[in-house]
C-alpha cells in the first residue's frame, strides 16, 4: 500500500456566517473552537452585511463540525445563514483573526 500525501485527507472550506454576527465576540468564538477541532484558517469580519468570513481545513469529520457549531456561534450572536464553499486554497498551520475586509 502506498503512502497518501496528508493533505489528501484535508477538505477546506470557506464560510460566510450571517446575522448578528459582529460585536457579539464572535470572532474569537471561532477562534477558540477552531483551535479546540485542531483546524487552521482565519476568521474576519466583512464590512458589507456584517457578515463573519472564515476558512477552516482539517479532516473531514472536524470541519463539518465546525461548519454545525457556526450555526451556534457565541450566546448574544443569532446566525441567520451559514453559506460553505468547498476550496482547495493551502493553508497555514495554526488559526488566525484577520483585519476586516
Not at 76 to 86: F, H, I, P
Amino acid at each position: 500500500m502506498s503512502d497518501l500525501n496528508s493533505t489528501s485527507n484535508l477538505k477546506t472550506v470557506r464560510v460566510v456566517i450571517k446575522g448578528r454576527v459582529q460585536g457579539v465576540s464572535y470572532r474569537g468564538w471561532i477562534v477558540d473552537n477552531a483551535t479546540e477541532l485542531g483546524l487552521s484558517g482565519w476568521v474576519r469580519n466583512k464590512k458589507d452585511g456584517g457578515n463573519v468570513e472564515a476558512m477552516f481545513s482539517g479532516s473531514p469529520e472536524k470541519v463539518v463540525e465546525m461548519e454545525r457549531r457556526c450555526w451556534v456561534g457565541p450566546p448574544a450572536a443569532k446566525v441567520t445563514g451559514v453559506d460553505v464553499n468547498d476550496c482547495d486554497e493551502d493553508l497555514a498551520p495554526g488559526f488566525e483573526c484577520r483585519l476586516t475586509v
